[in-house]
């Protein structure tokens, strides 16, 4: 009987490209055939393994081990051996066949399935030599998974293990209870062998049938080694250096077996595993296909991407799959450096010399950062367990030259050089410098400059602020919620890449609406703002669906319950950003059955496969006119309120913004139907406005107003965006209107002059008594607040050419002037009052005088000073017009204008009450005589008194307020309006005329002046002829 052994040899050899090729004579004819297979096979640079088997006839006792050292050193001009090992052996004794593998090596899955008795044995007697590959590198492999079931794990072990020994490699298993409440199951399968994903799902569901009560089992492997390059199951290729700080790098894997889909996870100390999808700092390479291999792209690697990245592979049935892990090393630099400063405002108004200390403060890292400020090298002086904190001490010299500031600048610099900046600029107060004095706890602080407090309220994070700009402004609450602060981080986390799934974006809005349900502050709602606009970004990568729907609306509407008080520039900025991310939200969550969703600020309707969409949100209907399969109409209470105005800034605008999106880019034409108040549609005019995002403000184009009836007001609009419908509260363009204002108002201003100078003249013959001085003092008073009250109107019409400091001047002045004539007016009825009821009781010119000065200057100045100082603190309204140079109407009891409203409507109401008095005292001797002259007399009188009276006692401002009240459009309103323009603008020729030339005493002084002017000349004229004659 003959023995033969069969060797089964790997070879890995290099190729090399070459242009002609030959073989050299080699002493062993294995390497001569191997190398002419290859020089044939291949002609470029690679590298490749074959697997070459060699038989020894009769009882050959060959040193094998030496024999393959010494193929390592052959080498061609095409391919060199690189490593040569022995992988299998096989005895062959007449017809049997004994086959082993050496150490390292296992049965492959061919020799498994073909003969299963070869399976985690030692030896096989079988007749296998033939098999390619024999045997395969060991790898260790294991299998983790979970069943649910509410068997016990002592149950349930025995039929994991009798299934799963039948696997190749098989070394052992363990079975756990579930960590969780949940019944089931967790076991793990170690195995030296790679294996099919088809025999793992048999194995499954033959596991399925033994036992019915398993509802579910899944299993995912793992190849355990460190790095890439690994053969296994699953291959992973990840650097195994540290790489740069905000560099790029595209992470790999691969499988030998064709899969049906796959994932990246990353993993984070303190953050668990977490899904990592297409983002603004990682692309997926390989979707939506990726059967055999995966990659990952990332765009700036930071401390946010250092982690443990897992590749995981899945088979048609889900139930198995496949996973490889390796750590990604990263030369970190810190996110955020906060430097502050010891005194934060240094104070050289009272020393001559003064420390101040700067530090820059991290969070600690695994990685050791040279810190230099201003150049020097400092060393860490914080033992806080998550702060690391380096200060350096600046000394300042407060005599000599004057430095505004110190500008600190803190420099990190990582392991691999890489280094990152922030500076602080530190501002000196010097004697004289302007300063907001210490208001505990905000420190002593410089003009102009804003100083920061963190926040100290518990469950809150962040900071306030507070400017100082002459005097302290409110303080800005950028304080917010903890949780609301964590769910800011999860968003942009979800932005980049990680966690990036549609059960991700679930919770997020989940969280969102359950953190913004409670009491909110303006850091609250700008966070929240934040939040929104990252998801809105994130939306146009990762698919979101109708199951976060209502937790969105429901938070967008929780925000704008709350007051922003903020500058009006943060608030227009934060409004802008919150309508555009809702609205892109709206657009792109995806909507299956869903109809929408009503909150008490936000209403979502939904229709489909409609030509004709029809919805209300709000009370107001929208009619969209497009072939869209999917039109949504979304109603936003309140935020227009926050939008800038733009050429708009005289309008009132309704609380209500309406937005229209369609899923298709074909034509469309919108009709929105918004309910319009009675006192809305007074003295205005509506237009239909749009919010033009790539300009930031309200525009008409492609809108038209159409109609006015039964109080609806229609837009037709032939594009889709958010949409409002504003009431210009500027008066209706009349002819002429501007001309016979200005004439009126210089006629108007002469004759206040000219009556000014002519009591002057008469007063003293004039004012003889108590009741005439009470009368020309109130006369005179009212004249001098009426002319200073329209010289200001004119000069503030020139609203191009004033500034802003002259427009306010301006303003104040008509507001303080024009109240303060109404006043002098109200004193003027008031005495008249006085004197026809308490006849024997006059008035002393004393009190008269004091009554008269404290209601006509001192009302007029409260109320002006305090409706200032209540509208400058507002973000909302403003005191003034910018466009105007005069007060604010925003709607209804909301303006400044009320302010003046308010008082001349009082005013005039007890004037009018006052004449009324006055014609009811004339009437009386008339009706008791009952004589026909006596009733022309009387007629007479009263007649007289309503002309004499009404000047003086702001009667015509009555047809103002008619103006205000009267529907639009409306021929009456047209003539009031003519009317109230030309007696207002002429109201100093009334008050000439009747307060002047009315009056008999004040004609006969007159005319005694022009009398005696007269005869003095004439005297003067025959005084010069007589003394020429004596000459």
């Known amino acids: 009987m003959t023995d033969r052994i069969k060797l089964h040899i790997n070879f890995k050899m290099q190729l090399i490209r070459i242009k002609s090729t030959r073989t050299q004579e080699m002493c062993m004819l294995l390497c001569a055939i191997l190398f002419l297979y290859c020089q044939i096979s291949h002609v470029g640079a690679t590298n490749q393994t074959y697997v070459a088997e060699v038989m020894i006839e009769g009882n050959a006792t060959l040193d094998i081990s030496a024999f393959l050292s010494g193929l390592q050193w052959l080498t061609t001009e095409t391919a060199t051996i690189m490593e040569a090992t022995l992988i299998a052996q096989c005895e062959i004794i007449g017809d049997e066949t004994t086959c082993w593998c050496e150490n390292d090596y296992i049965w492959s899955d061919i020799v498994c399935d073909s003969v299963n008795i070869c399976c985690n044995s030692i030896k096989c007697v079988a007749n296998i030599s033939d098999y390619t590959p024999l045997c395969v590198p060991k790898v260790n492999v294991s299998l983790i998974g979970t069943a649910d079931t509410s068997l016990l794990p002592s149950v349930l072990e025995s039929t994991l293990k009798t299934q799963f020994e039948k696997m190749n490699g098989f070394t052992f298993l363990s079975v756990t209870d579930r960590i969780s409440n949940v019944d089931g199951v967790d076991f793990l399968v170690n195995l030296s062998a790679t294996f099919k994903t088809a025999k793992v799902e048999e194995i499954l569901a033959t596991i399925q049938e033994i036992e019915p009560s398993i509802s579910n089992i899944n299993v995912t492997s793992r190849v355990n080694f460190s790095f890439s390059t690994i053969t296994g199951l699953v291959s992973i290729d990840i650097p195994t250096n540290k790489v740069c700080y905000q560099s790029r790098r595209k992470l790999s894997c691969s499988i030998e077996e064709q899969m049906n889909s796959c994932m990246w996870q990353i993993s984070r100390p303190d953050q668990g595993t977490q899904t990592v999808g297409a983002g603004t700092e990682v692309d997926i390479l390989s979707l939506p296909s990726c059967t055999f291999d995966t990659s990952i792209m990332l765009f700036n690697i930071t401390s946010f991407w250092a982690g443990t990245y897992i590749c995981l592979f899945s088979g048609s049935s889900g139930s198995v799959s496949h996973a490889a892990s390796a750590e990604l090393l990263v030369a970190l630099l810190p996110e955020t450096i906060n430097v502050t400063s010891v005194p934060p405002n240094p104070d050289c108004s009272v020393v001559q010399k003064i420390q101040v200390n700067v530090t820059c403060s991290i969070y600690k890292s695994i990685e050791e950062y040279k810190v230099a400020i201003n150049n020097t090298h400092v060393l860490p002086s914080d033992s806080n367990t998550k702060i690391s904190s380096y200060t350096r001490t600046f000394n300042i010299e407060c005599v000599g030259v004057r430095r505004p500031s110190i500008i600190a600048y803190c420099n990190i610099t990582n392991s691999l050089g890489q280094n990152t900046t922030a500076t602080l600029d530190v501002p000196i107060i010097y004697p004289g410098d302007l300063v907001c004095e210490k208001d505990d706890p905000w420190p002593k602080t410089k003009n102009g400059s804003k100083a920061t407090i963190l926040c100290t309220e518990p469950g809150r994070v962040g900071k306030k602020e507070r400017l100082c700009n002459t005097v302290w402004k409110d303080p800005v609450d950028l304080c917010v919620k903890e949780a609301l602060s964590t769910l800011a ?187 319009t108040a009675v006192e809305d549609k007074s003295y205005s005019q509506p237009h239909c406005v749009f919010w033009n995002i790539t300009d930031e403000q309200w525009s008409q184009e492609g809108c038209n107003y159409t109609q006015l009836s039964s109080n609806i007001s229609y837009c037709d609009c032939d594009h889709l965006t958010s949409f409002s419908m504003l009431l210009s509260k500027t008066p209706v363009d009349l002819p002429f209107i501007d001309q016979i204002t200005y ?156 302010a003046f409203l308010f008082p001349l409507g009082t005013i005039v109401f007890i004037n009018m009450f006052s004449m009324v008095v006055v014609i009811v005292t004339l009437l009386k001797p008339a009706a008791a005589e009952s004589n026909k002259k006596d009733d022309k007399e009387a007629a007479k009188s009263i007649i007289k008194v309503i002309i004499f009276l009404t000047p003086v006692f702001g009667g015509t401002w009555i047809l103002g307020l008619f103006v205000f009240l009267m529907d639009d459009n409306k021929f009456t309103k047209v003539l009031v309006h003519y009317a109230f323009t030309i007696v207002n603008s002429l109201q100093g020729l009334f008050i000439l005329l009747t307060g002047c030339f009315g009056e008999k005493r004040v004609r006969d002084e007159i005319l005694k002046l022009v009398i005696s002017g007269k005869s003095a000349k004439s005297e003067s004229k025959k005084n010069l002829t007589t003394s020429a004659s004596k000459k």
């Open 743 to 898: 004439i009126g108002l210089g006629i108007s201003i002469c004759s206040l002059v000219v009556f000014i100078l002519i009591e002057c003249l008469v007063w003293n013959a004039v004012v003889k008594t108590n009741l005439s001085h009470f009368r020309h003092t109130a006369l005179i008073n009212i004249s001098l607040c009426l002319l200073l009250a329209d010289c200001s109107f004119v000069a503030a019409t020139f609203q191009n050419i004033l500034t802003d400091t002259l427009c306010i001047l301006l303003t104040v002045a008509q507001h303080f002037f024009y109240l303060a004539m109404f006043f002098w007016m109200l004193c003027l009825s008031i005495m008249l009052l006085h004197q026809l009821i308490f006849v024997f009781h006059p008035l002393r010119k004393k009190v008269f005088m004091i009554l008269s000065i404290t209601i006509g200057y001192a009302c007029p100045t409260v109320t002006v000073g305090a409706t200032y100082m209540y509208y400058d603190k507002r973000t909302d309204v403003h005191y003034y017009s910018r466009s105007t140079c005069w007060l604010t109407y925003e709607s209804p009891m909301k303006g400044s204008i009320h």
């Open 489 to 675: 981080a999860a968003a942009g986390d979800f932005e980049k890449g990680v966690g990036a799934t549609e059960d991700g974006a679930s919770i997020i809005f989940d969280n969102l609406k359950n953190t913004t349900a409670a009491q909110n502050t303006y850091g609250d709602v700008k966070a929240t703002v934040n939040v929104f606009s990252t998801m809105s970004r994130a939306s146009s990568k990762v698919t979101m669906g109708e199951t976060l729907l209502p937790n969105f609306i429901d938070s967008a509407s929780n925000i704008l319950n709350t007051t922003w008080d903020s500058d009006e520039k943060s608030n227009i900025n934060l409004a802008t950003s919150y309508l555009s991310s809702v609205e892109e939200l709206v657009k792109n969550i995806r909507l299956n059955i869903s109809e929408g969703h009503n909150a008490s600020n936000v209403q979502l309707q939904v229709c489909r496969q409609s030509s004709v969409c029809n919805r209300t949100v709000f009370n107001v209907e929208v009619e969209v006119n497009s072939s869209a399969a999917e039109v949504k109409t979304i109603g936003l209470q309140k935020i227009a309120a926050f939008l800038p105005k733009g050429t708009f800034k005289d309008a009132i605008y309704p609380s209500l913004v309406v937005s229209a999106t369609v899923n298709d880019t074909g034509p469309v034409n919108i009709r929105l139907a918004f309910p």
